[in-house]
T-cell receptor
Framework: NAGVMQNPRHLVRRRGQEARLRCSPM?????VYWYRQLPEEGLKFMVY????????ESGMPKERFSAEFPKEGPSILRIQQVVRGDSAAYFC?????????????FGPGTRLTVL | AQKITQTQPGMFVQEKEAVTLDCTYD???????LFWYKQPSSGEMIFLIY??????QNATEGRYSLNFQKARKSANLVISASQLGDSAMYFC????????????FGKGTKLTVNP
């Protein structure tokens, strides 16, 4: 029973390049959350998606960041024209959102370094 | 708005002793959930324990227990019989019922278990 999968685990980009982070939720989970963790900080919510729908993107920066969760395949967090301030750990979590079962299980994270 | 406060940046405990990690929260919601996650140096986020706001009994999971005091708005994590492998960052988080149910995290407590 595989957990939440994220790849790549480490990603290095130069300023101005694009970063694509992938997340495959646990089997049976159709709800995906993305969080960002800056150094020495707790996790901050970015976006919540269900299949083919963005439900809550209140934590997403207005520019350069986008997320999707297509009908088939993993959820993708895309950062265009990365800047040094985007360097962080990005975590994906999934949940079945069943009544009484609402724990979010996290993937191992993707560590993005912008040079 | 919800807020989690963890006032202990670092804690030290001797192996085999018990330790309490503090967490206070602020919310105007009547229904909410409280979580603790462990983040070892390898970086992944590991779910430890969950307490619902309407749960009358304190949650327990093996060596972990949650000391839930609703009137004080506190949800302290108690680790009994500490082990060297418990050395990690510990994050308290809150989730509101309904809506996106995103998690709000505290800044974490770094626990070091000494032999």
């Amino acid at each position: 029973n595989a957990g939440v999968m994220q790849n790549p685990r480490h990603l290095v980009r130069r300023r101005g390049q694009e970063a694509r982070l992938r997340c495959s939720p646990m089997k049976g989970h159709s709800h995906v959350y993305w969080y960002r963790q800056l150094p020495e900080e707790g996790l901050k919510f970015m976006v919540y998606l269900q299949k083919e729908n963005i439900i809550d993107e209140s934590g997403m920066p207005k520019e350069r960041f986008s997320a999707e969760f297509p009908k088939e395949g993993p959820s993708i967090l895309r950062i265009q024209q990365v800047v040094r301030g985007d360097s962080a750990a990005y975590f994906c979590a999934s949940s079945p959102r069943l009544r009484g079962t609402d724990t979010q299980y996290f993937g191992p994270g993707t560590r993005l370094t912008v040079l | 708005a919800q807020k989690i406060t963890q006032t202990q940046p670092g804690m030290f405990v001797q192996e085999k002793e018990a330790v309490t990690l503090d967490c206070t929260y602020d919310t105007s919601d009547q229904s909410y959930g409280l979580f603790w996650y462990k983040q070892p140096s390898s970086g992944e986020m590991i779910f430890l324990i969950y307490q619902g706001s309407y749960d009358e009994q304190n949650a327990t999971e093996g060596r972990y227990s949650l000391n839930f005091q609703k009137a004080r708005k506190s949800a302290n994590l108690v680790i009994s019989a500490s082990q060297l492998g418990d050395s990690a960052m510990y994050f308290c988080a809150m989730r509101a019922q309904g809506g996106s149910e995103k998690l709000v995290f505290g800044k974490g407590t770094k626990l070091t278990v000494n032999p």
